[in-house]
């Protein structure tokens, strides 16, 4: 890829229906910082619905600890999205 790669510029790809762009930028971060569980997560939901095996181990790998911390994560972000 020619272009700076980020999680902001592949969510945009993804608000925009692009969905084989993101999921090459999150294949391409996730190879460059392999334990980042969101990008894991949305290479494994993209690839699902791309129709690709996903490259990145499932949620059902990640531990308890894991999960709620990027739930939270997921959380606070929608919860940001909505006061504007």
């Given at each position: 890829m020619d272009q700076i790669i980020t999680k902001t510029l592949a969510e945009?790809?993804?608000q925009q229906g692009h969905?084989?762009?993101a999921y090459e930028i999150?294949?391409?971060l996730?190879?460059?910082d392999p334990s980042d569980i969101e990008i894991k997560m949305k290479l494994n939901e993209l690839?699902?619905?791309l129709g690709l095996t996903p490259s990145a181990a499932p949620a059902s790998n990640l531990s308890a600890e894991?999960?709620?911390r990027l739930l939270r994560k997921w959380l606070f972000n929608?919860?940001?999205r909505r006061k504007g």
């Open positions: 945009i790809y993804l969905l084989r762009e999150f294949k391409a996730s190879e460059k690839g699902g619905k894991e999960k709620i929608l919860q940001k």
